[in-house]
C-alpha cells in the first residue's frame, strides 16, 4: 500500500522570533535540496516554511516547525508541521480565505501556501493551538 512512511531523519526548530523563521527556512530549503526538488520546487518550500513560521511567531508568539521526507512507493517528498499552543482559530475556513488577515496583512499565507503544496491539512482546537501539516511530492 502506498501509504506515506515517515524517515526517521525529522528535524525540528523552535519558533519563536524572525531569525528562527529564517532558520526554519533554510534548513527546509536544503532538505528539499537533499530530496532531489527543482529549484522553483525549492522555493516554493522555503516560502510555505516561512509563512506558517512567520504565522506562529505573529500569531501563538512561538511554535515549533517540523521537516522530514518521506516516501511513498516511488515517489518521495517533503512533510513539513508547524505547530504551535497559541490561540488557534475558530473559523479554519474563514482563515483560509484570500484577504482574510487578523494582523493587518496580506492574509495570504495560508491559501497561498494551501496552493503551493500537495496536501494541506489544518487542525485547530481554539485555545489550544494549531497545527499545520503540508506534504509536497518530487
Ligand atoms: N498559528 C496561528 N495561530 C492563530 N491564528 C493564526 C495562525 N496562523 C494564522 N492565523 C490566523 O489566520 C489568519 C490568516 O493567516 P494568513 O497567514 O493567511 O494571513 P496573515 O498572516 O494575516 O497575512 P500574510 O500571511 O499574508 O502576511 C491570520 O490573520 C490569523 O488571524
Ligand atoms: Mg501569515
Redesign the pocket.
Known amino acids: 500500500m502506498n501509504v506515506p512512511v515517515t524517515e526517521p531523519s525529522a528535524v525540528l526548530q523552535p519558533v519563536s522570533c524572525d531569525s528562527d523563521v529564517v532558520a526554519a527556512r533554510q534548513l527546509a530549503r536544503t532538505l528539499a535540496v537533499g530530496i532531489g526538488f527543482s529549484r522553483p520546487d525549492q522555493a516554493l518550500i522555503a516560502t510555505a516554511v516561512s509563512?506558517l513560521a512567520?504565522?506562529?511567531v505573529?500569531?501563538?508568539d512561538e511554535g515549533e516547525i517540523e521537516l522530514c521526507s518521506v516516501v511513498s512507493g516511488v515517489k518521495s517528498g517533503i512533510k513539513v508541521t508547524a505547530r504551535?499552543r497559541?490561540?488557534?482559530?475558530e473559523d479554519v475556513e474563514l482563515?483560509m480565505q484570500d484577504g482574510?488577515?487578523?494582523?493587518n496583512?496580506?492574509?495570504?499565507?495560508?491559501?497561498g501556501t494551501r496552493r503551493i503544496v500537495d496536501d494541506f491539512k489544518i487542525r485547530s482546537e481554539p485555545g489550544s493551538g494549531?497545527v499545520v501539516t503540508v506534504v509536497k511530492w518530487r
Open positions: 509563512e512567520r504565522n506562529i505573529k500569531y501563538a504551535d497559541g490561540p488557534g482559530l482563515a482574510y488577515s487578523t494582523g496583512s496580506l492574509g495570504l499565507g495560508l491559501p494549531l
